[in-house]
């Protein structure tokens, strides 16, 4: 029936299918050691590098930091706290509406320059007070009391804006 110098060749059905899921397993498994050497060397060292950063933040000291290298426009260097009649000479060369805080419920004053003692107190607490709650939604301390702050603060900052330009 056949020579046996040339036997016949079988063929080797559906050899083309092991090699294809052999080809697609190997494809799996480098996608996904990609993404976990991605998330393990890229996404989580900065994440904790962000965690960290935030842990000990301390805004005032940023905000001084800030102020004085001139990276905040409305901040002066030679302004302080701490004198009173500086203050007030300050705020009234940078011609900035003086606005109470969420605590008093109040909108802007008319006049910048008639500022009391009191408002100018104020006006440096509403300062930390938004500070210190932009820096806790930064790390994540989230509470409704900061949030509803943060939101009116931010409300009142776009007015500002939008009848200042």
């Known amino acids: 029936?056949?020579?046996?110098?040339?036997?016949?060749?079988?063929?080797?059905?559906?050899?083309?299918?092991?090699?294809?899921?052999?080809?697609c397993v190997a494809a799996v498994a480098v996608s996904l050691a990609s993404g976990a050497l991605v998330y393990m060397f890229h996404s989580l060292?900065?994440?904790?590098?962000?965690?960290?950063?935030?842990?000990?933040?301390?805004?005032?000291?940023?905000?001084?930091?800030?102020?004085?290298?001139?990276?905040l426009q409305s901040a002066l260097v030679e302004t302080s706290f701490k004198g009173k009649k500086n203050y007030k000479e300050n705020l009234c060369r940078l011609?900035?509406?003086?606005?109470?805080?969420?605590?008093?419920?109040?909108?802007?004053f008319n006049d910048t320059c008639t500022t009391s003692s009191e408002e100018v107190e104020e006006l440096s607490t509403n300062i930390s007070d938004?500070?210190?709650?932009?820096?806790?939604?930064?790390r994540g301390n989230i509470n409704p009391r900061s949030n509803e702050?943060?939101?009116?603060e931010l409300g009142r900052y776009k007015t500002f804006i939008k009848y200042k330009i």
């Open 45 to 71: 060292p900065r994440k904790i590098a962000y965690r960290n950063f935030y842990a000990d933040y301390d805004p005032q000291a940023s905000f001084k930091r800030m102020s004085e290298g001139g990276y």
């Open 1 to 23: 029936m056949y020579d046996k110098d040339n036997p016949p060749k079988f063929p080797m059905h559906d050899m083309h299918l092991v090699k294809s899921l052999k080809n």
């Open 149 to 152: 702050f943060l939101e009116t």
């Open 130 to 138: 938004l500070l210190n709650a932009i820096s806790a939604e930064l």
């Open 95 to 108: 011609r900035i509406p003086i606005s109470r805080s969420i605590h008093h419920q109040s909108n802007v």
